[in-house]
């Protein structure tokens, strides 16, 4: 073998045996990192509430304690572990980590386990069933007028919220409103709240609740009961004059218009000066047209009066003031 080769082939057994000890010294020095003590501890686990509902924080507290004749406190981490999945890695003070967190409806399995120190040997607490149960809630409703009047839109408002220690609101299930115990309609919720609009309620008390059915995660709950109130529809009266001023002599037709906001009054309309009653007309399709007699010359304030109807509010106009011409002079 030439000399040039043989410098070579040492320098390539050189370089593998240069790998070979930073490999060993690497394991060596992962070793040491990862060595925890042969003192023996126990670990214990404990939840702050068991059973908890849904929203609630749940706290779960491990305590590290060393086997005698060992009396340091140990040091290191506690990982938390739901089923076979670690959730949370915490660091020992005073020899106690928590973790607090919220779950999901059901029972889970939870452990945690002291990763040890260098003194102290890893150890691994019986499983704890954490059991989050439905969190209850309250419903309330309220309406967008009471009282209110026959035909008008009127929207019901139901909110199901969880009661304390629960939090949150549902988006899921159904809010069902009634009348008494006649459905009105089904809702969705949206972040607990349901809204329900109607022109539909007859005149007199309705009992008006809200019935949220429950969810996976909500328990059901009803409202208390609000009496909403419904009156006769309202109207509005309105008078004109065929002819203002008027001509000497001549009686004027004067008629008046009554509307509602819903549905064409019926009944009937009253024309008057003042306490005197000038004329009485039926209403035929809203209106009602008299013949006022010949007044005294000069004006005279003249109002329509709306009797009103079974589902119509009696109303009254405000006043036309009819101008009734002297007699020419010569």
Do not use: C, W
Request: no cysteine; charged share 5%; proline share 5%.
């Amino acid at each position: 073998m030439t000399e040039h080769r043989r410098r070579v082939r040492a320098a390539i057994l050189g370089l593998i045996g240069g790998f070979a000890f930073l490999v060993t010294f690497g394991a060596v020095l992962s070793s040491s990192a990862r060595a925890v003590g042969t003192n023996p501890t126990t670990t214990s686990l404990a939840s702050n509430a068991n059973p908890a509902v849904y929203g609630q924080s749940v706290t779960l507290t491990a305590v590290v304690s060393p086997v005698a004749p060992a009396t340091a406190t140990p040091t290191g981490t506690v990982t938390f572990v739901n089923g076979t999945t670690n959730v949370a890695t915490r660091s020992l003070v005073n020899g106690t980590a928590t973790y607090t967190t919220t779950y999901a409806v059901g029972t889970r399995s939870i452990t945690a386990t002291y990763n040890g120190d260098a003194t102290y040997a890893v150890s691994t607490t019986p499983a704890l069933s954490q059991v989050i149960n439905v969190t209850p809630t309250a419903t309330t409703i309220v309406a967008s007028a009471n009282p209110t009047n026959l035909g008008s839109a009127l929207t019901f408002t139901a909110t199901a919220q969880a009661v304390a220690p629960g939090a949150g609101a549902p988006s899921s299930g159904l809010i069902k409103f009634y009348d008494g115990t006649t459905l009105l309609a089904s809702k969705t919720p949206a972040t607990g709240v349901a809204t329900f609009t109607t022109s539909a309620l007859g005149i007199g008390s309705h009992s008006i609740t809200a019935a949220f059915f429950g969810s996976a995660s909500y328990a059901a709950s009803t409202s208390a009961v609000t009496t909403e109130s419904v009156l006769a529809t309202l109207t509005t009266t309105t008078v004109t004059s065929a002819v203002n001023p008027s001509a000497f002599g001549s009686a004027v037709s004067i008629t008046a218009a009554v509307t509602a906001t819903t549905g064409t009054p019926t009944g009937s309309v009253t024309f008057s000066e003042g306490a005197t009653v000038l004329a009485t007309g039926p209403l035929t399709a809203g209106q009602a047209t008299v013949s006022v007699p010949v007044l005294t010359a000069g004006p005279h304030d003249i109002t329509a009066t709306y009797s009103g109807a079974p589902t119509f509010l009696a109303s009254t106009s405000t006043p036309l003031t009819q101008t009734f011409n002297a007699a020419a002079t010569t």
